[in-house]
C-alpha cells in the first residue's frame, strides 16, 4: 500500500531564485495560479454584465459577494465594509484552492501549513494594527473582558493573552489539519479499494464516494469559518467589546 | 508528514503573497466595485418600487373614498330634487284647484248680480207703464177731468194698493 500521504509531497520541476530565495515552481504554485486565474475570469464576467435583472454568471458573481458582504455586515458592521475587497479576495482564493483541490490529480495548496499560516498570521497581525490605529493604546483593553472585578485581573489577563495567541495558532492549523484529514482518509480509502479482492473492496470504494461528498461540503465549510473569523478579530479590534449588537 | 519539509516554504510563501497580491488587485480594480454597485442598485431600485406601489396603492385607496364619498351626495342630491318637485307639484296642484273654485264662485256671483239688475230694471219699467196704462184707462173712464199730478197720485196709490194686495 502507498504512503497515505504520498499526494502531499511536492516536487519541483522548474528551478529559480530570486536574490538567493528559491521560488521554485511546483504543482501547489500552479494551482494557485490555476485559482487566481479562475477567480478574476469568473468575477470580472460576473461584473462585467451589469443588469438590474441577472443572467447566471453575473448571479453567481452576485451569491458569491453578497455572502461576503452579509459576513462583514453581520460581525463587524458598516465600517467593516472597509476591509471587503481584502476578506472577499480570502474567502474566494480559499474556497477554490480546497474546491480545486478535490479535483483527483490536482494539489489542494491549503492542505500546506505554511500557506494557511501566512495567511493566519497575517489576518491576526492586520487585526492588532488595525485595533491600535483605531483606539491606540486603549487598544489593551481587549485582554480585560468587560465587567471583570479587580481582583481577578492577574488571572484575567493571562488567560486572554493566550485566548489571543491561539487565535492565529488555531485559525492556521483548523484549516490545514481539515484539508490534510480529509484528503488522508480519501488516500487511505482508495488504497483500500486498490489492495482488497472485489467482494469487499466496493465497501471502501463506496466510503471514498461518500466522503468526496463531505469534502465539497467542507471546502465549503472551511473557507466559511476562516473568513468569519477574520472578520469576528477584525470586528473585535474595530468595535473594542463596546457594540452589544456585535457582541458573540 | 510532507508538509513539514521546510525545502518548499520559501517557494510557497513568495507564490501565495504575489498570486494573493495579483487577485487582490484585480478584484478590487474589475470586479468588486461594479458587482457592489449593481447589487446596491438593485437593493435602491427595489425599495423605491415597493414604496412608489404603496403610494399608489394610497392615493387608490383615496380616491376611492372620495368617489363613493362624491356618489352617495349625488344619490342624496337626486333623492332631494324628486321630493322637491313632488312638493313642488302638489302645491301646483292646490293652487289650480283653489283658483278654479274661486273663478267659479266669481262667475256665479256676477252672474247672480247681472240677473238681480235685470229683474229691477224690468219691475220698474212693469211700473212705470204700469202708470201709464192706468193713467190712460183712467182717463178714458173718468175723461179729461184730473190734472197731470192728480193722476200720477192717484195712479201711485192705486199701485201701492196693488202692492200691498199683492203682498197680502
Not at chain 1, 164 to 171: C, D, F, G, V
Request: with cysteine; net charge negative; aromatic share 10%.
Amino acid at each position: 500500500m502507498d504512503n497515505p500521504l504520498h499526494p502531499f509531497e511536492l516536487h519541483p520541476f522548474w528551478h529559480l531564485s530570486l536574490f538567493g530565495l528559491d521560488i521554485s515552481l511546483n504543482k501547489a504554485v500552479l494551482m494557485m495560479w490555476l485559482v487566481i486565474a479562475l477567480v478574476a475570469v469568473l468575477l470580472i464576467a460576473a461584473a462585467s454584465s451589469r443588469r438590474l435583472v441577472p443572467g447566471k454568471l453575473q448571479s453567481l458573481g452576485e451569491i458569491l459577494v453578497e455572502f461576503i458582504r452579509g459576513i462583514i455586515l453581520d460581525t463587524i458592521g458598516k465600517e467593516g465594509m472597509r476591509f471587503f475587497p481584502f476578506v472577499a479576495t480570502l474567502f474566494l482564493f480559499i474556497l477554490f484552492c480546497n474546491l480545486i483541490g478535490l479535483i483527483p490529480g490536482s494539489y489542494t495548496v491549503t492542505s500546506q501549513i505554511v500557506v494557511t499560516a501566512a495567511f493566519a498570521l497575517f489576518v491576526y497581525s492586520m487585526s492588532l494594527v488595525v485595533g491600535f490605529l483605531y483606539h491606540g493604546v486603549k487598544f489593551l483593553g481587549i485582554l480585560i473582558p468587560p465587567g471583570t472585578p479587580g481582583w481577578l485581573l492577574p488571572l484575567m489577563m493571562p488567560v486572554e493573552l493566550i485566548s489571543q495567541l491561539a487565535r492565529p495558532l488555531s485559525l492556521a492549523v483548523r484549516l490545514f489539519a481539515n484539508m490534510t484529514a480529509g484528503h488522508t482518509v480519501l488516500a487511505v480509502l482508495f488504497g483500500m479499494v486498490l489492495s482488497l479482492p472485489l467482494v469487499i473492496g466496493w465497501l471502501p470504494f463506496a466510503f471514498s464516494v461518500a466522503i468526496n461528498g463531505l469534502e465539497v461540503i467542507i471546502a465549503f465549510i472551511q473557507a466559511y469559518i476562516f473568513t468569519i473569523l477574520t472578520c469576528v478579530y477584525l470586528g473585535d479590534a474595530i468595535n473594542l467589546h463596546g457594540h452589544e449588537e456585535h457582541a458573540h | 508528514m510532507p508538509q513539514f519539509d521546510t525545502q518548499f516554504f520559501s517557494s510557497l510563501l513568495f507564490w501565495e503573497v504575489v498570486s494573493f497580491g495579483i487577485l487582490l488587485w484585480v478584484l478590487y480594480k474589475f470586479a468588486f466595485p461594479a458587482i457592489l454597485e449593481t447589487l446596491e442598485a438593485r437593493e435602491r431600485k427595489i425599495r423605491e418600487s415597493l414604496e412608489q406601489a404603496e403610494r399608489h396603492r394610497v392615493e387608490a385607496e383615496q380616491k376611492l373614498q372620495q368617489y363613493q364619498a362624491k356618489l352617495s351626495a349625488a344619490s342624496r342630491d337626486a333623492e332631494a330634487v324628486l321630493v322637491q318637485a313632488k312638493e313642488r307639484a302638489q302645491r301646483l296642484l292646490e293652487e289650480n284647484e283653489l283658483r278654479v273654485v274661486a273663478e267659479t264662485e266669481r262667475i256665479k256671483g256676477e252672474a247672480l248680480r247681472d240677473i238681480e239688475q235685470a229683474r229691477r230694471r224690468a219691475v220698474q219699467e212693469i211700473h212705470s207703464q204700469t202708470a201709464d196704462l192706468a193713467l190712460l184707462v183712467a182717463e178714458r173712464v173718468v175723461g179729461k177731468s184730473l190734472d197731470k199730478a192728480d193722476h200720477r197720485r192717484l195712479a201711485d196709490e192705486a199701485l201701492q194698493a196693488i202692492a200691498e194686495h199683492q203682498k197680502t
